[in-house]
């Protein structure tokens, strides 16, 4: 784009307001992703009053517009310098989704507990058994079934900043979105042992991966728990209120950097630092992170950047596969929502918009477990075709997530608050 | 429609009524899920009742029919008991007090039901106004020529009652220095305060055929009186209690009632007359206002006395009236929280220690839950 425009400016080389406009136009990745974000949020604005289409899924489009298969105003390299600041807007979401949480529920409620077990385990075994029975290599097949457990944290709590629900849909869709991105990056972090399988070291491979396993999640537990109790004992010296975003921020930059630095999963770290500092901190704990419009920045930055990732190269070929891919992982979750349903205290229609609300997929498992965003060179042994249909099938249900929560909780569920008539966002 | 004959019922039965607050385990404002614990409580094990309510972020729970004060507290244990494990597996709190304190009322939902969103209609804001809980007790009269002479004696005595149970100090984040602020939302109704002075249930009954006929009201439903006659249940309901933070003390206030009402009964110590009502609202106001330290005016002698020292002296005449009911754990807790305060100084209390909004009713909603 910027090479198209550049010769017609050098018609009149010598002047210098001309000069100066040029230099933007060759879209420095700072100043292309401020642009891009900031037509995102125009846009997404206008779209909301027109068609109440959610504004995060016109956040990913205007991403997914400046990628390089479209208008190419970005390169999906250039996010690479952005990683640690979309890896903050990340843990701010997860740390917030944690201190959302009440993990005393699972026991309040063994059915629920039973419930967010087995909605990641049947839609895992269901897209797992479907990829395999149309000829996927079984290890590739448990890398995808990995991926298809899990729901995007990131579209659930994001969508929930919007929409505003309140009930037991969108309560139990956070706990089981928590659990199941848990067992999904778990899974993923197991899963290279599959690729050793009929291997002389499979016994000592097996001890070493089970054993790095329990590192993981032991350490990032360990981890969460300090990071929630420093938190805690951070407020208690600091009494000043405005003084708790800050310290908010800095806990969840400080856990995140830790985990990564200990190759712990972030993810985990910050969902138990969440629950910790709610369950000791109370009400003095604010629900969300208090970051204002910079909290709100980084949301719409995330969102661009997700859209930038998007890919559907190879959709033509791999359509069967990414259908059944998203239709089997939506039997296995709605099969296991509506089995507990009743026993858990959910209502049929709500159910249904539980199912519904748990679409939205997350490749968030594999990337907070990899150095940057190139995943199949990260994943080795993962079987490139089918690689490719999973990101495909991540791009239609991320792009799509809002809406399904939105239906969910707002037609399905009737659990939003009436948006008034002037509203502007 | 014309007004019921009065079913009779044994005199000094009893039954309580109270409305409770759903509270989000996160922020502890209201949330709207009476749905769900209706759905979940469906197969209960007690003999109680519960019921919806005019928002979706109330339930009412009603006891069944009892004469002495230990099985009405022990099936209030029972039902607060299967109440709060319901709650628990919905991820919900469950709390008393007369208001919410920060809720803010424009986001409350009218309950999905044909008569709420009657009420809804006819009086706009003021329905999701009344998201207030309060307590009824149910006193069991063998007639209606009995119903209405009870509710007439029993008015000097409101104050007493408003003053016990006050738990309702916060309105939308502040703090309105009322002990009962919830009354105030009640007394917006039009057909709210006093049952016009009638002896006889004939007399009654035209002025319920005259009322009706005027096309202002349609049933006694309609009718939001401090005491008013239920002739489906052959009772009189006192309505004027805020909800209390713990069914220890719902159970005392009911007690204390009945013993009450023994007491006029039995030994009618004065007829109730018309001009009783001149200082009705007055002592009213200072009982919502000033709770235990209100002063009320004798509307016989007009002599002014300390709603506090009122109370004492009732509950002197009414001992051994207490003691043939088996209530006097009643009015022992009732005369214990003349000098501990009401739940309202409770409330201020906390409030006083620092606490947040929300963390009071975190606070609050640990008392009633078991």
Redesign the interface.
């Known amino acids: 784009m910027a090479s198209s425009v550049t010769p017609q400016l050098n018609i009149l080389p010598d002047a210098p307001a001309l000069h100066w406009f040029t230099a933007p136009l060759d879209v420095d990745p700072v100043l292309g992703l401020a642009l891009a974000m900031l037509i995102a949020v125009v846009v997404a604005n206008a779209l909301h009053r027109l068609l109440r289409l959610p504004r995060l899924v016109s956040h990913m489009l205007v991403g997914a517009l400046a990628s390089p298969p479209a208008l190419g105003l970005l390169q999906r390299t250039d996010l690479d310098l952005w990683k640690p600041l979309i890896d903050l807007a990340i843990a701010v979401l997860v740390f917030e989704l944690g201190s959302r949480l009440r993990p005393r529920w699972l026991l309040d409620n063994r059915w629920l507990a039973l419930s967010c077990m087995l909605e990641a385990l049947f839609a895992a075994a269901a897209a797992g058994t479907a990829l395999v029975a149309m000829g996927a290599p079984l290890a590739a097949a448990v890398l995808a079934a990995a991926v298809a457990a899990s729901t995007s944290p990131i579209i659930v709590i994001a969508s929930v900043h919007d929409l505003r629900p309140r009930g037991q849909v969108s309560e139990r869709l956070m706990m089981m979105c928590a659990m199941n991105s848990v067992l999904a990056m778990l899974a993923i972090k197991v899963w290279p042992l599959l690729g050793l399988a009929g291997q002389g070291t499979l016994v000592n491979d097996t001890w070493r991966w089970a054993s790095s396993a329990l590192f993981v999640f032991c350490g990032s537990f360990l981890l969460g728990l300090a990071g929630g109790w420093v938190l805690d004992w951070a407020s208690r010296l600091s009494r000043h209120p405005a003084s708790l975003s800050v310290l908010q921020l800095s806990l969840v930059m400080l856990s995140a950097t830790l985990a990564s630095y200990w190759a712990l999963s972030p993810l985990l770290t910050l969902l138990i630092a969440g629950v910790t500092a709610r369950s000791l901190m109370g009400q003095r704990l604010t629900v969300e992170t208090g970051l204002g419009s910079a909290g709100a920045a980084l949301t719409v930055l995330l969102f661009v950047c997700m859209g930038l990732l998007f890919t559907i190269d190879g959709w033509l070929q791999l359509w069967p596969w990414v259908l059944v891919l998203i239709g089997a992982r939506f039997a296995g979750k709605a099969l296991a929502v509506a089995l507990l349903a009743w026993p858990s205290g959910l209502g049929w229609r709500q159910a249904l918009a539980l199912a519904l609300a748990l679409q939205p997929m997350s490749s968030l498992a594999v990337l907070l477990v990899l150095a940057d965003f190139g995943w199949s060179s990260q994943l080795p042994g993962a079987d490139a075709t089918l690689l490719q249909a999973l990101l495909v099938a991540g791009t239609l249900m991320q792009l799509s997530g809002p809406l399904w929560v939105q239906f969910a909780l707002q037609r399905v569920a009737g659990e939003c608050p009436k948006e008034p008539s002037h509203a502007t966002g | 429609m014309p007004l019921d004959d009065f079913t009779t019922s044994a005199p000094l039965t009893m039954g309580v009524e109270l409305e409770l607050q759903l509270l989000?385990?996160?922020?502890?404002d209201l949330?709207?899920?009476a749905?769900?614990l209706l759905?979940?409580l469906q197969r209960h094990s007690g003999a109680w009742d519960v019921k919806p309510e005019i928002t979706r972020s109330m339930i009412e729970i009603g006891t069944s029919v009892h004469r002495a004060h230990a099985p009405l507290r022990d099936e209030l244990h029972d039902l607060c008991q299967q109440l709060s494990r319901?709650a628990?597996?919905?991820?919900l709190c469950i709390g008393g007090g007369g208001t919410h304190p920060f809720q803010h009322w424009s986001?409350q939902q009218i309950f999905p039901s044909d008569r709420f969103h009657y009420i809804s209609e006819l009086y706009g804001y003021l329905a999701k106004q009344f998201t207030v809980f309060g307590q009824h007790v149910h006193i069991g009269v063998p007639s209606g020529d009995d119903a209405l002479w009870l509710l007439h004696a029993l008015s000097r005595y409101v104050p007493h009652f408003i003053a016990l149970s006050a738990s309702s100090p916060y309105v939308q984040g502040e703090d309105t220095g009322f002990h009962s602020a919830r009354l105030n939302s009640v007394f917006a109704f039009p057909l709210a305060g006093r049952a016009p002075f009638v002896l006889g249930w004939d007399d009654f009954g035209l002025y319920f055929d005259k009322m009706t006929a005027t096309g202002v009201v349609q049933s006694m439903k309609d009718f939001y009186w401090d005491i008013r006659p239920k002739p489906e249940f052959g009772t009189i309901e006192l309505r004027v209690c805020d909800t209390p933070l713990t069914v220890d003390k719902a159970a005392a206030l009911a007690c204390y009632l009945q013993s009450l009402c023994r007491y006029l009964r039995e030994e009618r110590p004065f007829e109730p007359e018309e001009d009783d009502y001149m200082v009705y609202t007055f002592n009213r106001f200072q009982a919502c206002r000033f709770g235990l330290d209100g002063e009320v005016v004798n509307p016989k002698t007009h002599e002014r006395v300390k709603l506090r020292d009122d109370i004492m002296r009732t509950l002197a005449r009414v001992a051994e009236h207490a003691l043939d009911l088996q209530a006097t754990a009643a009015t022992d807790h009732i005369r214990d929280s003349l000098f501990g305060g009401n739940d309202a100084s409770w409330l201020r209390e906390c409030r006083r220690g620092g606490m947040?909004m929300?963390?009071l009713v975190?606070a609050s909603s640990a008392r009633w839950m078991m």
Request: no cysteine.
């Open positions: 989000d385990t996160l922020d502890l949330t709207p899920r749905e769900d759905r979940l319901g628990r597996k919905l991820n986001e947040s929300p963390a975190e």
